[in-house]
Nanobody, 121 residues
């Protein structure tokens, strides 16, 4: 069974930094896009950043220049380095990955359990 396990959330003051990590475990064939989404109370889940297996990245305008996404394909792991954090970055952050299971040709979307990031002013 495929699982995405996140770590690295917490409480930080405005202007501080946090690094989130997400590792895919279980048996599968390959991983395509990995990414991070976030959901603040009362708001919809929104894209933060994504990265393809080839290293191409995409990020929300609100985090450009502050957040950086990276991955290690050999470790099936993606990271989100968050710098210059603002109170409006407070949310539950979810890892996402498109994974092809063994014996199929279909991509399935998997989500992590979420990790809380709280930025105090």
């Amino acid at each position: 069974q495929v699982q995405l396990v996140e770590s690295g959330g917490g409480l930080v003051q405005a202007g501080g930094s946090l690094r989130l990590s997400c590792a895919a475990s279980g048996s599968f064939f390959r991983i395509d896009v990995m990414g991070w989404y976030r959901q603040a109370p009362g708001k919809r889940r929104e894209l933060v950043a994504t990265i393809t297996s080839g290293g191409s990245t995409n990020s929300a305008d609100s985090v450009k220049g502050r957040f950086a996404i990276s991955r290690d394909n050999a470790k099936n792991t993606v990271w989100l380095q968050m710098n210059s954090l603002k109170p409006e970055d407070t949310a539950v952050y979810y890892c996402n990955a498109y994974i092809m299971n063994i014996g199929t040709t279909r991509w399935n979307a998997y989500w992590g359990q979420g990790t809380q990031v709280t930025v105090s002013s």
